[in-house]
């Protein structure tokens, strides 16, 4: 199983190596800045650092020290637009440290963790919540997010994806502030609010786009009629029917795949799940 250290040093190199030397100095730099004790990290770090905290007065937080990408300003404006509704609270932000401090969300047990058909509802009705905020004219939109497809890459099927793509952009009828990654990991149980949603992408497009990422994940071994189910739910509830959802997440499948071929990585699983998705739309 790959570590945090693998994760950071396989998509960044010798910019994520130094990052990862450089890190503890980070933490215990920005501990004193901001008044945090207690720092320990989380026990599933991904691409960015995460840990548990406590501010001078003892409330409990959760620090968060992204990679220097630009993605960590853009999820502190998500946050901020999206200003606890529906998302985590960003209690406050250092651009500089690419630090954010949020709220410390109890018990935080994940979406995943419950009956599918139940967890579609929610994740479908918090999108509609999130797609509320305004949308920060800084952020990048869809079209931009979806460079790798429109400049293509050595893939089966690609030629397809581009035309589906420009396709699906010309019909777009209206653009929201979207999270851009709501999968079932990044939908936490709360107290404040029944499920609380975490690390925003903060992206700028058309609202089907939303149910991508969670019909991308936690399937079922013949899962062709659960995206459908899926599909269904949000497509209802963002109004824009079914099949919009179906084809915006057969191009996020495309798009990941075009994304692991960048990093040397094998598409294989992506390319199945493009597949998978198609079946879905012809049914």
Known sequence: MKTFADNVVEWWGEEGRRWLHDLPDQ?????????????????????NWVGYAKRTDGEPVVLKICFPRDEARDEMTALRAFGGRGSVDLLAADPEERLMILERLD???????????????????????????????????????????????????????KMRLKKIESTVQREVLLHGDLHQYNILRATRAPWVSIDPKGIVGDPAFEAAMFLHNELEEDFVGQLMRRAAVFGEALQCGSGRVLEWTFLQSMLSACWAVENGSEPTADLAHAAAVQRALDA
């Open 27 to 47: 933490i215990e730099r920005v501990a004193a800045k901001h008044g945090l004790r207690d720092i320990r990290a989380v026990s599933a770090l991904s691409f």
């Open 107 to 161: 018990p935080g047990t994940t979406l995943a963790e419950i009956d599918d058909a139940q967890a579609t509802d929610v994740a479908a009705k918090l999108a509609v919540e999130l797609h509320k905020a305004t949308p920060d004219p800084e952020l990048r939109t869809l079209y931009d997010w979806c460079r790798a497809l429109r400049v293509g890459c050595r893939l089966p099927g690609i030629d397809n994806a």
